[in-house]
């Protein structure tokens, strides 16, 4: 099976950069997504990383390691709209289909 | 185009009572999803569907069942509603293969409390 830890909670404040890291356990590994979540939304697409190294979206960039197992998220010029859950997600692939396997999410409160 | 739509947005039933969650995707994807949320917590895949006429158990996928109509439509149905099925309901599609397979979309949710 698949397990994913993030931290529960980060607080930062506006204007700042904060890291969320996710580390994973998987038995098959194809990438790792990040997702954004609103209170009361539905979770909305981030980035996709497949192969080692960093990519960069906006404001967002996210980081892969395979050999560690490992991936975060960068926020950068942090705004008050960014106040969010974000969860890591697994990619799992087999035979019927592409399945995602999520974090238990890592709350960010932006302060002024 | 409309993306995810699910339907009803909230839902309150009895112990025992049954109801189908519906979901109907525009953008012509293969692939559909159920997961449950609940609070402070992340989504559980229930079922799903690779392609249309073909269904697959998920993480939790005791107490549901599915029907995928068609290729727009995807049901969930609970035959008899339990309070460990309280929870919010999220219906996803994504494209089955290629680069695009990745990104999955999801509809606005279904809250569920079950009494």
């Known amino acids: 099976g698949q397990s994913l830890e993030q931290p529960s909670e980060v607080t930062a404040v506006e204007g700042a950069i904060v890291q969320i890291n996710c580390t994973y356990q998987?038995?098959?590994?194809?990438?790792l997504s990040w997702y954004q979540q609103h209170d009361g939304g539905a979770p909305t697409f981030l980035s996709y990383?497949?192969?080692?190294g960093l990519e960069e979206t906006g404001r967002f960039s996210s980081f892969l390691s395979r050999s560690d197992s490992y991936g975060y998220l960068l926020l950068q010029e942090l705004q008050m709209k960014d106040s969010a859950s974000y969860f890591c997600?697994?990619?799992?692939?087999?035979?019927?289909?592409?399945?995602?396997?999520f974090g238990g999410g890592t709350r960010l409160m932006v302060k002024p | 185009n409309a993306g995810v739509t699910q339907t009803p947005k909230f839902q309150v039933l009895k112990t025992g009572q049954s109801m189908t969650l519906q979901c109907a995707q525009d953008?012509?994807?293969?692939?559909m999803y159920w997961y449950r949320q609940d609070p402070g917590m992340g989504l559980r895949l229930i079922y799903y569907?690779?392609?249309?006429?073909?269904?697959d158990k998920g993480e939790v996928p005791n107490g549901y069942n599915v029907s995928r109509l068609n290729k727009r439509e995807f049901s969930l149905r609970l035959e008899s509603a339990a309070p460990s099925q309280t929870s919010v309901y999220f219906c996803?599609?994504?494209?089955?293969?290629?680069?695009?397979?990745?990104?999955?979309?999801f509809g606005p949710g279904t809250r569920l409390t079950v009494t």
């Open positions: 997600a697994v990619r799992d692939h087999n035979n019927a289909g592409n399945m995602l396997t």
């Open positions: 998987t038995s098959g590994f194809y990438g």
């Open positions: 996803a599609s994504s494209e089955a293969v290629g680069l695009a397979s990745y990104e999955q979309y």
């Open positions: 953008m012509n994807h293969n692939s």
């Open positions: 569907s690779a392609s249309e006429g073909t269904t």
């Open positions: 990383n497949a192969l080692d």
